[in-house]
């Protein structure tokens, strides 16, 4: 019987989970000697590599001495909610990283709500002690303070702390320890976390967390193996949530040593593996004992709260940049997303557009982005909240939003914030000379405030937010109050005509760029949208005057990004995304045709 320790790594945005890993390879022993590692090694694909964020939950395993540890390094951000907690259901122990000059922030919350409610034991780690304003103690007062708010039984309330600096490779019980290695954490691991329960004679009981793609094998299911034995080649009962039953044979069994896949012929209850064989294996399906099937809880996964329209680009510069253009493509390559991405859903909506509905814009942003990189040219629409209707009544989703800020900008977000719904729930000065305010509001109320936020914060406001619940609808919420500059033309912009536009707002755009009518080139610097022409050149006469001739200054333009876009816009605007560029423009690129859908909106709303 192997000795096996299930765990997973669970902590806020960028407190360290994924360098931790990192040095936990290293130091096992699993990678050899003359082996060549990436830094943040499990971050692999890259977008996760720009940002330095973790987007899809990953495992690995090392060998600590007769122990066969299995790690999953989770996202740290709660528009992935639904990755980890499916992952929690899988492990026997959590490592929960806290920043030790941060403390408890709302992802941490979150995910450790589910491990606590899943009955899991945590092992604190304060990481990133080195950090000169770090407050280990006062971190590990906030951890406490948040279990016994979360209902931790006395068990868990007695859990242990190391305190590490997992950039620099070492981990220790006490803050005057000596700093060495990780050899602490390894013991903690090994001490703390329950070995799984099972045993390896009983009827083989296997659930599918999380799903993997091979062009030759076709659908892979990585499953905790929870009871029994998985063998290579045997027959096994695959049970879907609904009830459905659907033998087949496991063609590869796939097992896991450090960053490397290794096939294996059998793995025994404790295990996580990967499976191939199974045709429609789901997330949540449980692979049983033909003579004897068991099913288990199916999983239960968090509903989408966001949803944004993707549809085929119609604009004049359609098909020139992209090499994937048609609504067949975009769907082929949304159907192929949604078997592997859980959290989403898509549905077509006819006229060659689809609803794609996930956790929040950064999810689907990074959709997008990954989307735009293969080659595809789309348009997206303005994100909208996911409404639901409960006994006659609208609710929408809210959301637990906290906010570091410098004390002189406390007053312009509490302001603005307001207008949004928002409600404040707490306000706790920070040692650093920041204040820490925290609010409830409706989802509806964050799309577009992020930009505005940083631009109001001078860039040094840090916010977060997570999913709370559904509440009754509350009523209109204020979005953006500049309007855009709109070119009324096609063709190339000029520099002399950009030039006379600056004084009216910021723009988008820089000389030679491509431009049409109908394409917002720009944000006004007051509300309502203004129709603008960027191709005007110079008036060239046969005269000379000293001046005239002077170089032309422009000020940078802004660079919109795709989330930055997609926050920005408005109901009547949309994102088109190409591979080499994302533009911005209005839904009715004929100026007639927008002023009869802005008077034919305003008689609904008088009506």
Known sequence: MQKIKNIAVIAHVDHGKTTLVDGLLQQSGTFAAHQEVDER????????????????????????GDHKINIIDTPGHADFGGEVERVLKMVDGVLLLVDAQEGVMPQTKFVLKKAIELGLKPVVVVNKIDKPAAEPERVVDEVFDLLVALDASDEQLEFP????????????????????????LFEAILEHVPYPEGSADAPTQAQV???????????????????????????YLLIKADGEKVKSRVSKLIGFRGLD????????????????????????????????????????????TLSVIFSVNDGPLAGTEGKHVTSNKIRERLEKEMETNIAMRMEPLGDASFKVSGRGELQIG???????????????????????????????????????????????VIEKLGKRKAEMTSMTPMPDGTVRIEFEIPARGLIGFRSEFLTDTKGEGVMNHSFLEYRPYTGSVESRTQGALISMDNGEAVAFSLYNLQARGTLF??????????????????????????????????????????????????????EQAMEWIEEDELVEVTPENIRIRKKH???AARRRALRDKKNAAQS
């Open 509 to 562: 755009i820089e000389p030679q760029a491509k431009v049409y009518n109908g394409m917002v080139i720009g944000e006004s610097a007051r509300p309502g949208d203004l129709e603008v022409n960027p191709l005007k050149g110079k008036q060239l006469t046969n005269m000379r005057s000293s001046g005239a001739d002077d170089a032309i200054k422009l000020v940078p333009p802004r660079k919109m990004t795709l």
């Open 161 to 184: 702390v190391l305190y590490a600096a997992a950039r620099d490779g070492y981990a220790k019980w006490n803050l005057e320890d000596e700093s060495t290695d990780l050899t602490p």
């Open 261 to 304: 896949r290794i096939e294996i012929d059998e793995a025994e209850a404790g295990d996580i593996v990967a499976i191939a064989g199974f045709n429609d294996i789901d997330v949540g399906d449980t692979v049983a004992d033909p003579a004897n099937p068991a099913p288990l809880d199916p999983l239960h996964i968090e509903e989408p």
């Open 589 to 591: 690129l004929d100026p």
């Open 209 to 235: 967390f999380t799903l993997d793609y091979d062009n030759f094998v076709g659908r892979i299911g990585v499953a905790r193996i929870f009871n029994g034995l998985l063998k290579k080649g045997d027959e």
């Open 41 to 64: 090694a499990m971050d692999s694909n890259d977008i996760e590599k720009e940002r330095g964020i973790t987007i899809l939950s990953k495992n690995t395993a090392i060998t600590y």
């Open 366 to 412: 990074i959709l997008a982005e990954n989307m735009r990189r293969e080659g595809f040219e789309f348009l997206l629409a303005r994100p909208e909240v996911v409404i639901k209707e409960e006994n006659g009544v609208r609710m929408e989703p809210f959301e637990h939003l906290v906010i570091d800020v410098p004390e002189e900008f406390q007053g312009t």
